[in-house]
């Protein structure tokens, strides 16, 4: 709908109208609302994670293009799905308003703003739960809201490389690699935020209060690194990139390229696992008894290396399919939606045409629906301003001020 024009007749309010109400919800957070401030990275992410169980996640979108994303269609983007979208101007009072006013109702924010933005818009913690008490404020931060580095700017690759994992992460004698965004955005960001809301709104059965959660990626990183941490303050891992266990330095934990240039995945880390490869292979067993001994990695690695260079990538995984060996392919994006397991397990499913993962994690009960596409902006904005007690006259001029499209 474009600026200011009002819905169609019949429209606003209606029960038949499928922007009428909140999205139809199963799964073991339907009942839950979360207000989501538009935002790129690990915000939409989580927010995805709760829709996906049902909760009524309620995006603002901005009404100008502000580069926050990678201007997806709605039917690509895919950790937006899910949702309701309103679209306000919050640096209009009239807008700032409205948003108040849907959350007095609303059980969680979602905002991942730069330190004393969400405060700028007068909208800080201390305006919002005197409003609403309950209300559990997730604020998704890079570096975290204090420090010397709260108001810098940085994305994935910057967090990661505070923490350790970064310099960790590449061939030996190369430049540290990027592990997509997945490190810093997602697992430390968009998980820990999830999570951290989750557990305030656990407490909160207790207090009958809600709190504000913290959540800086720099701090979920390295929650998640503590394991590396420990083993290096026991002198286990070394610094230099491939010359650990688990960072592609054991020749038994590593990629490695068939005769077709495709490539395998070997994880035979225990023992057991690495003498099912050696006898599947014919790799010499003097490897499988010097499995640990360093000094026998490289001859061990040429020599693994020569015999995937036998056979085909596919070759390969059905000669070992039954012979636990820890062996896997290295699939890509389109190969991975039609692996048999992920088909057994419809792990996927076409969303207008776009493969998307299926909810996750899965539940005996509280059965997750199906993944809907991401709306369009704004397509709700009448709807949940009607939600949120505004009366028909009031949203009429929120439109035709422009404040809300």
Not at 33 to 52: C, H, N, S
Not at 294 to 311: G, H, K
Not at 341 to 359: N, T
Request: glycine content about 12%.
């Amino acid at each position: 709908m474009t600026q200011g024009t009002r819905p169609e007749s019949g429209q606003r309010g209606s029960s038949s109208a499928p922007q009428a109400s909140a999205l139809p919800a199963t799964g073991a957070l339907q009942g839950l609302r979360v207000v989501e401030l538009a935002a790129i990275g690990p915000v939409p992410l989580a927010g995805m994670l709760l829709a996906d169980h049902g909760a009524d996640v309620i995006r603002v979108d901005r009404l100008a293009d502000s580069g926050l994303g990678l201007a997806l269609a709605p039917r690509l983007d895919v950790h937006a799905r899910g949702r309701r979208s309103l679209m306000l101007d919050l640096k209009a009072e009239a807008g700032r308003q409205a948003l108040l006013r849907l959350l007095a109702g609303a059980d969680v924010l979602l905002e991942g703003f730069r330190p004393g933005v969400l405060e700028g818009l007068g909208l800080a913690p201390e305006t919002l739960l005197p409003l609403n008490p309950r209300l559990v404020i997730g604020r998704m931060t890079g570096y975290g809201q204090q420090g010397p580095l709260a108001q810098v700017a940085g994305h994935d690759l910057n967090y990661i490389g505070l923490t350790g994992v970064l310099a960790a992460t590449g061939a030996p004698g190369a430049l540290p690699v990027p592990a997509l965004n997945l490190v810093g955005d997602y697992g430390g960001g968009a998980l820990f935020l999830a999570f951290g809301v989750m557990a305030a709104l656990f407490e909160r059965q207790r207090s009958g209060q809600g709190q504000v959660v913290d959540a800086a990626m720099v701090d979920g990183v390295a929650a998640m690194a503590g394991l590396f941490q420990g083993l290096r303050a026991g002198d286990n891992w070394q610094l230099e990139r491939g010359a650990n266990l688990l960072d592609g330095g054991a020749p038994f934990y590593a990629t490695y390229a068939a005769a077709d240039g495709r490539c395998v995945a070997l994880a035979a880390l225990e023992p057991k696992f690495f003498a099912n490869f050696a006898r599947a292979v014919g790799l010499d067993t003097c490897y499988v008894q010097a499995q640990h001994d360093r000094s026998q990695w490289p001859a061990m690695r040429q020599a693994i290396a020569a015999i995937f260079q036998t056979r085909s990538r596919d070759a390969w995984c059905e000669a070992l399919a039954a012979a636990e060996a820890c062996v896997t392919p290295v699939l890509d994006f389109d190969e991975a939606t039609h692996h048999p397991h992920a088909l057994a397990r419809q792990a996927y499913a076409p969303v207008d045409g776009v493969p998307q993962p299926a909810a996750a994690p899965r539940f005996s009960r509280s059965v997750a629906q199906p993944p809907r596409p991401a709306p369009e902006p704004g397509a709700h904005t009448q709807n949940i301003l009607q939600e949120a007690g505004l009366t028909e006259h009031e949203i009429d001029q929120l439109l035709a001020q422009g404040v809300a499209r």
